[in-house]
């Protein structure tokens, strides 16, 4: 995991400059806003937080108490920086496959975690730690690499991502990517299959779980056009996920 630690205190504030240029970042917070639902009165436990894009937002939009984790302390150097005018928000340099217990939750979040699992093991860990910080009915809403997407198919690179090379790992692909930003940013990840990522989800607890197709929001369809998402609805390299314990 120590890899990923390097990558993003390496990315720091370039992860700004590369959702703000990235078309399929408005789909990604579409998404996970329809996902998450309300959020008002609830405690929530934000893993891979970033430089805290999510955790304010959901503090912003009621959320009682929101505890943001990251691997990388300067993801979380950026996001103490950016929220320092924010209440009821507090951040913790963790591997969420490794975090001791912070608290019971009445949600968890987690956009672009699942994603760095680079095994069934690794992905297991995590979803335990994840069962473990939910309260009775608390639910997951994850945001990860798709498990149906085929390179062969096409690329992201005009949503915002270039996939430069994958490699078949048992379970699944690594991925060696890049950022669409002046100098292109590059970074690692990986892509389970549905068969890993549904085994793993069963074996850390979850009762429930439903997979959830990502939504373009209206104006961006309305804005670009249908022929320029075309692409991203028939081969979509994220999806959506949510688990409910
Ligand atoms: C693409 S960024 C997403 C940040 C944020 N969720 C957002 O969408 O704005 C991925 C983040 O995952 C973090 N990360 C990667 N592996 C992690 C792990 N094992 N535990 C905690 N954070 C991790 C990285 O440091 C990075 O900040």
Redesign the pocket.
């Known amino acids: 995991?120590n890899n990923?630690?390097a990558?993003?205190?390496g990315?720091g504030e370039k992860?700004d400059q590369?959702?703000s240029k990235a078309s399929e970042?408005e789909v990604?917070v579409n998404t996970?806003f329809h996902m998450l639902g309300d959020v008002n009165n609830k405690r929530v436990l934000?893993?891979?937080?970033?430089?805290?894009?999510?955790a304010r937002q959901m503090i912003e939009r009621g959320a009682d108490e929101v505890v943001g984790?990251?691997?990388?302390s300067?993801?979380i150097k950026l996001a103490i920086n950016d929220s320092l005018d924010v209440p009821n928000l507090q951040y913790h340099v963790?591997?969420?496959?490794?975090?001791p217990h912070l608290g019971s939750f009445d949600l968890v979040?987690?956009?672009?975690?699942l994603?760095?699992?680079d095994s069934e093991e690794?992905l297991v860990q995590?979803l335990v730690n994840i069962h473990n910080s939910l309260l009775p009915g608390g639910r997951l809403i994850a945001?990860t690499s798709n498990p149906d997407f085929r390179l062969g198919i096409c690329n992201f690179t005009r949503y915002g991502l270039t996939i430069l090379s994958e490699e078949p790992i048992e379970g699944g692909f690594s991925c060696d990517a890049q950022f669409v930003t002046e100098p292109p940013v590059p970074?690692h990840f990986y892509r389970l299959s549905r068969e890993v990522y549904e085994r793993a989800i069963r074996r850390a607890g979850f009762s429930h779980f439903e997979w959830v197709v990502p939504m373009i929001p209206q104006k961006h369809l309305d804005e670009f056009g249908e022929a320029y998402w075309y692409d991203f609805q028939r081969n979509c390299d994220q999806v959506g996920l949510v688990c409910q314990k």
Do not use: K, N, P, Q
């Open positions: 995991m990923y630690v990558i993003y205190d990315i992860f590369a959702i970042r990604e996970f934000d893993l891979a937080c970033g430089h805290g894009f999510f984790v990251d691997i990388s300067e993801m963790h591997d969420v496959a490794l975090m979040s987690a956009v672009w975690l994603c760095y699992a690794t995590m945001y970074f």
